[in-house]
């Protein structure tokens, strides 16, 4: 029988816990032989994915527990705004983190919003450069402060297509990958990581 492709289901991960006994039978001599096995499965995705999700749920409030004992001893935004990048690199195991924050232009030879970074001294040279920044600027951080959404770029060859301006910053820092993320308050972008 010929099965057309769109009725084959996508494929499924699925575990199955088998337990096998040899099939013994005695031979000529009255000895026990072995001529075959009987093998008997359960399935136990079920379980398998609800033992994942609690590990996850486990992970989860140990990540907001940490970051709430990294948060007690903060006095200032300053220091807020560190620990939420560290706990934030630590939980994503990125390799550096920003956090910037949307601001009024501070002069009237500065129109519009801008954005603020706190970099948790791991990006300095940029933070020292870009202290602030317009939202109309080129790139990632910017982009998702615009428009309020996360964006992925996975590979450096991506990254610098989509925003070739800041290609050199990229290659000065070695960035291969970006993931951004809004934060929000009350429905409105307060600032990015």
């Given at each position: ?6 009725a084959?289901a996508?494929?499924?991960?699925r ?6 006994l ?10 026990p ?5 009987i093998?008997?499965?359960n399935d136990?995705?079920e379980?398998?994915?609800?033992r ?32 939420v ?5 630590a ?6 983190g ?26 300095g ?6 202290w602030l920044?317009p ?16 964006t ?23 960035v ?5 993320v ?5 429905g409105?972008v307060?600032?990015?990581?």
């Amino acid at each position: 029988t010929l099965v057309s492709s769109s009725a084959v289901a996508a494929p499924e991960e699925r575990f199955f816990d088998f337990v096998y006994l040899p099939l013994v039978e005695p031979d000529e001599a009255g000895e026990p032989r072995r001529v075959g096995v009987i093998a008997h499965g359960n399935d136990i995705t079920e379980q398998v994915r609800a033992r994942r999700e609690v590990e996850r749920a486990r992970e989860r409030a140990d990540r907001l527990q940490a970051l709430t004992a990294a948060l007690a001893p903060t006095t200032t935004p300053e220091e807020v705004a560190d620990v939420v990048v560290a706990q934030g690199v630590a939980a994503t195991q990125a390799a550096t983190g920003l956090l910037a924050l949307r601001v009024a232009a501070p002069t009237a030879t500065e129109p519009g919003d801008g954005a603020t970074p706190s970099d948790n001294g791991v990006l300095g040279v940029v933070g020292s450069v870009y202290w602030l920044f317009p939202l109309t600027a080129h790139g990632p951080l910017a982009e998702c402060l615009r428009a309020g959404a996360a964006t992925f770029i996975e590979t450096g060859a991506e990254l610098r297509a989509s925003f070739p301006e800041a290609a050199s910053i990229f290659d000065g820092m070695g960035v291969q990958a970006v993931a951004t993320v809004p934060l929000t308050a009350t429905g409105e972008v307060v600032g990015a990581m």
